[in-house]
């Protein structure tokens, strides 16, 4: 899932000279969680985040239980500069809802949405720490600076085209919004994203996502995540967990499963899916670090003695001749 963050990050923070900006080295996908991280793709790469899933709701008071499977299709793509990306979210759902009285089978988009995602601020930007040559342990200590989280913004919207899962009065296209922030803290890294979903509805939705992931190692990183939200018609609280493999610097696959806390109705959602990264157009875009003007000015100046000795004959330096 997000660990290649965290390796491309670590490679950021023990580099004294040029470091690529958004792009990593291995595929940055947000499944299989729910958050959205702050960084992008980067510019002009084309990712596709999909999977399907299993789903089951359980209302005991009502007496009704609905059954059914679903896909989840994300496609990012980083447009004009390196902070900004693009994305398409779409989740298509077929179900059947059995009652007492009343058997109904639905399907439809459940979610289609088009927004865009930009990062406002990197704390690693212009930033430099220096690696200790000489102690392993001084390098992984805790740094302040780690707290600092990178922050992103996101805005786009929701389009509700024959959407049996929501209800029929509400609007047909209507706005959501999303601050995004994310912090490393060693192998371990953590999306915080609070949103306004569906925000000039009378079905305003406001919540939270909180994930946590973690790098077993170069393939392997596992995650446990937290969602919460609440309206005027519905609250609830969700907990996911799963895992996530990287077969090639491109193309990860991962198994998730989520469930919640109430019974009103409960919820079991199963799922996997697959990570691709097409990036064949991109090129590397390079951050200066701090005092790398004063370097460029000391090799110029250099030169410039360099092709003087040569032009006279004579060292600039000692007023000897140069042979």
Sequence with gaps: MKFNRLLATTTFLLTTAASTAQFTD??????????????????????????????????????WESKGWGMDLNVRYGAFFE???????????????????????????????????????????????????????????????????????????????????????????NPKLMVLTQNQFGRTVVVLNFYADRIITNYLTLGYVATVTFGINERWSAFLENQGYKSDYHKDNILRGGAAFLIKENFQVDLSAGTNFREDPS??????????????????????????????KEDKEKKKKDKKKRKDGIDPDTGEPTE
């Design 83 to 173: 902070q900004l990306e693009l994305i398409l979210d779409a989740q298509y759902q077929s179900d059947e809802v059995v009652a007492p009285l009343k058997t109904e089978k639905r399907n439809g988009f459940k979610q289609l949405s088009f927004g865009a995602k930009y990062l406002v601020y990197d704390p690693n930007k212009n930033y430099e720490r220096k690696p200790n040559l000489y102690s392993w342990k001084a390098n992984h200590k805790f740094h302040w600076h780690d707290i600092i989280p990178a922050v992103g913004v996101y805005g786009g919207f929701n389009f509700n085209i024959n959407n049996p899962y929501v209800s029929e009065h509400e609007e047909k296209v």
């Design 26 to 63: 291995v595929i940055n996908s947000n499944r299989p969680g729910e958050s959205m991280g702050a960084f992008s793709v980067g510019k002009t790469v084309i990712q596709a985040e999909a999977g399907p899933y299993f789903i089951r709701e359980k209302h005991d008071k009502l007496d």
């Design 267 to 296: 919820l079991l959602i199963v799922g996997a899916g697959v990570s691709w990264r097409f990036d064949e157009n991109y090129q590397e875009v390079y951050l200066r670090v701090p005092n790398d003007d004063k370097g460029k």
